[in-house]
């Protein structure tokens, strides 16, 4: 693969399909261990995350206040513990 006079290359469309790199979409170049990566700025990885953190934060909450607030910290350990 060539780079052209303005520095630009054709990054191949199977590669393309693969991370999720779609025409007009943004991309982050990084250098690791002497190469260059190169990543979608919002890959479908990191969307999928972003939306897992999302559920993980409307569980808490809707158990937030929902616990018994006079056990202390010791007697909730030595009820799990003893599980």
């Not at 979608?40 to 999928?48: D, N």
């Not at 808490?60 to 003893?82: F, K, Y």
Request: proline share 4%; net charge negative; glycine share 8%.
């Amino acid at each position: 693969m060539r780079v052209t006079s303005k520095g630009q290359v054709t990054i191949p469309r199977d590669i393309r399909e693969l991370v999720g790199i779609e025409p007009n979409s943004e991309v982050i170049f990084s250098v690791e261990s002497g190469r260059v990566v190169l990543t979608p700025k919002h890959s479908r990885e990191q969307v999928a995350q972003q939306q897992r953190l999302a559920d993980f934060l409307e569980v808490l909450d809707r158990i937030e206040g929902t616990g018994d607030q006079a056990i202390d910290g010791d007697a909730l350990m030595a009820m799990t513990r003893d599980r």
